[in-house]
């Protein structure tokens, strides 16, 4: 039995949980002449055409996504694709010109100040590139910003900021100031900032693109940690396609103004669907990404008549030889949610029918040699598309 490698996104089921913000409809334009701009790119005219007619530049043209309960969605695309102007819509640093944005189905796009305050300070907080530390305050103030401007007394805050320090791991750090610290720990130092508001939908604008790989990496590997234990519910935002398909329970890909793909990763790397995508899926490791069940047969015979026998609690008891008819228990067995690349590997090693078992140890599926490496080569008609089908 191949052990579950994998603890992060891929054992949420996104498709059972509600949507915390609901984006609708929005657009958003930069210019003079908005109304002859919005007018126009409703029409479906192109970002440059509008530019030249109207001088008006089209950050965010209709764009409708969802953003479930404690999922981490990606928003994925080069720069100038209107990522972070979506993003200012969502914490409404920016007005969008058109259309709805809902927090658990309240549209908080025509509120009043006071509770767009109030929205602010509990319930979605920001985490920016630049970390946005305060230079002269120490560490643990720049935690408990929040809370001082929430008026949460001083020693209330600084016990919150004290405990989000020591589940990013800076505890010993709390009295320094930002500037004796590197750029990962001042990274985490922003986030810790932003856990202690305690607001459960964190908007993560570049949070690690201004880190070096290797701590960028350490800091993807923290957030998912994090996630694991308390789901937050977190838009982030990168042009990172590879930090997109790391973190993203789902991505959404924006190219001039306007979401032209939107689905899980899997979904995204069998069937770009553009141009613009495909040249990101590329070079994506098929064999990483993807999993026993979105290359596994429910049925547990093959079509040379060999098959799996289950006993009565639906665990395999053997394979049968389809030649003999004799039941042996060489075969190898997996997880649903065991990655390709495992699968390929314990199969190097000991050769046999593959059998996909769920964590009671009952059947699921059969893998065939040629579904395993049709899998790993991304032919598109044998994958199911999806790890949250399993
Ligand atoms: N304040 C502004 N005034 C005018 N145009 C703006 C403003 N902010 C953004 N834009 C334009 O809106 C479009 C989207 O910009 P945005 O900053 O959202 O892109 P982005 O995807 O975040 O890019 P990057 O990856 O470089 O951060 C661009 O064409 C940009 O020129
Ligand atoms: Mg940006």
């Known amino acids: 039995m191949i052990s579950q490698a994998k603890t992060d996104q891929t054992d949420r089921d996104i498709s059972t949980v509600t949507d915390r913000i609901e984006i609708r409809d929005v657009y958003k334009i930069f210019g003079r002449r908005k109304e002859e701009a919005l007018a ?16 008006a530049v089209v950050g965010v043209n209709n764009v409708s996504l969802s953003v479930p309960k404690g999922s981490i969605s990606v928003i994925m695309g080069l720069s100038g694709s209107g990522k972070s102007t979506l993003a200012r819509c969502v914490n409404r640093i920016l007005e969008p010109d058109a ?12 509120c009043s100040d006071a509770r767009m305050r109030e929205i602010r300070r509990r319930r979605i907080s920001m985490v920016f590139q630049n970390f946005g530390l305060l230079p002269n305050q120490t560490v643990i103030d720049n935690v408990a910003f929040g809370l001082k401007l929430r008026k949460v007394p001083l020693a209330e805050r600084h016990k919150k900021a004290g405990e989000m320090l020591e589940t990013v791991g800076l505890s010993e750090w709390a009295s320094h100031l930002p500037g004796e610290l590197s750029g990962g720990m001042r990274q985490r130092v922003g986030l810790a900032r932003a856990l202690a508001t305690e607001a459960d939908v964190l908007i993560m604008d570049e949070a690690f693109s ?31 396609f590879q930090e997109a398909l790391r973190l993203g329970t789902k991505i959404a890909v924006m190219a001039d103004g306007a979401v032209i793909r939107d689905g899980t990763p899997q979904e995204i790397v069998i069937d770009p669907g ?66 390709l690349i495992e699968i ?23 893998i065939s040699d040629e579904a395993l490496l049709a899998g790993i080569a991304g032919a598109k008609e044998t994958m199911k598309g999806s790890r949250t089908d399993a």
């Open 274 to 339: 553009h141009d613009y995508v495909a040249a990101f899926t590329r070079n994506v490791d098929r064999a990483r990404l993807f999993d026993a069940a979105s290359v596994m047969s429910e049925s547990p015979a093959d079509a040379q008549g060999g098959r799996f026998v289950l006993n009565d609690a639906g665990e395999v008891a053997g394979w049968q030889d389809p030649v003999t008819g004799a039941v042996s228990e060489g075969f190898l067995a997996v997880r649903p949610e065991t990655t």
């Open 99 to 110: 259309g709805q944005i809902l927090l658990d189905g309240e549209d908080y796009t025509k």
């Open 344 to 366: 390929a590997g314990a199969a190097a090693r000991r050769r046999g029918p593959i059998a996909v078992v769920d964590a009671e140890g009952k059947f699921r599926g059969r």
């Open 40 to 55: 126009l790119v409703r029409e479906g005219k192109g970002k440059s055409e509008i530019l030249e007619r109207t001088q």
């Open 210 to 240: 201004a880190l070096d790989p290797l701590i960028r990496t350490e800091m993807q590997d923290e957030l998912l940690r994090l996630q694991n234990t308390l789901h937050k519910t977190v838009l982030f935002i990168t042009h990172d």
